[in-house]
C-alpha cells in the first residue's frame, strides 16, 4: 500500500484509478485511510461479494488472502491479472505502469 | 474452477459503497479511466 501511495501520480498519468478492496468493514478502512494518508478510492467488502466473484473460483483465498491485482482498460476489458502466492507476491508498480502504458497506447490506437 | 475472470474479457461489474458512504460502480470508469482493482489481503 505504502508503495503504491508513494507511485499514486504515476497512476494518475496514466489515466488509471487504483482502487482498493478488502475484507475488514468501513470504520477499519477509513482509519486505516487517515492514519497512511491513502489518496485511492478504498472498498469495504465484509461480505466478501466483489473477493468472491472476483477470486473464489481460482481459489486465491484458500491459502488466506492473498493479494491479487487486476487491470482493467477503459473499455472495461480485463488485460492483465495478478494472484499473489503468498503475501509479499506483489508485481512492481513499475511492471504494472508499463503495462498501463501500453494499455493507453492501444486504446488510443483504436484496438 | 470458473474462468469469470478472463484477459481480454470484460471484467465483471459490481458496485460497492466505499468507506466515506459513496456508491462505486466499476463500470461507471469505463470510457473514463483504467482501473487498477487492488485485492488486498488485509490490514492487519
Given at each position: ?6 507511485d499514486?501520480?504515476?497512476f ?7 482502487v ?12 486505516y ?16 461479494s466483489v473477493?468472491?466473484?472476483y477470486?473464489?473460483?481460482v ?5 488466506g488472502?492473498q ?12 488485460r ?5 502466492h503468498?503475501?509479499s ?6 511492471e504494472?505502469?508499463?503495462l ?12 | 474452477?470458473?474462468?469469470?475472470v478472463?484477459?481480454?474479457h470484460p ?18 470508469f ?13 490490514f492487519?
Amino acid at each position: 500500500m505504502a508503495q503504491l501511495r508513494q507511485d499514486y501520480d504515476k497512476f494518475t498519468a496514466e489515466d488509471t484509478e487504483v482502487v482498493v478492496v478488502g475484507p475488514e468493514e468501513a470504520r477499519a478502512f477509513a482509519a486505516y485511510w487517515q492514519i497512511h494518508k491513502l489518496p485511492f478510492i478504498g472498498l469495504p467488502d465484509p461480505r466478501h461479494s466483489v473477493l468472491k466473484l472476483y477470486g473464489q473460483e481460482v481459489s486465491i483465498f484458500k491459502l488466506g488472502r492473498q493479494p491479487a491485482q487486476v487491470s482493467i482498460d477503459k473499455k472495461g476489458q480485463v488485460r492483465f491479472i495478478h494472484y499473489g502466492h503468498d503475501p509479499s507476491d506483489i508485481p512492481a508498480n513499475q511492471e504494472i505502469l508499463e503495462l498501463l502504458k501500453i494499455m493507453n497506447e492501444a486504446s488510443y490506437a483504436g484496438h | 474452477m470458473s474462468n469469470r475472470v478472463e484477459i481480454n474479457h470484460p471484467a465483471p461489474d459490481f458496485t460497492l459503497t466505499d468507506f466515506k458512504g459513496n456508491e462505486v460502480r466499476l463500470s461507471d470508469f469505463q470510457g473514463k479511466r483504467n482501473v487498477l482493482l487492488v485485492f488486498n489481503r488485509g490490514f492487519f
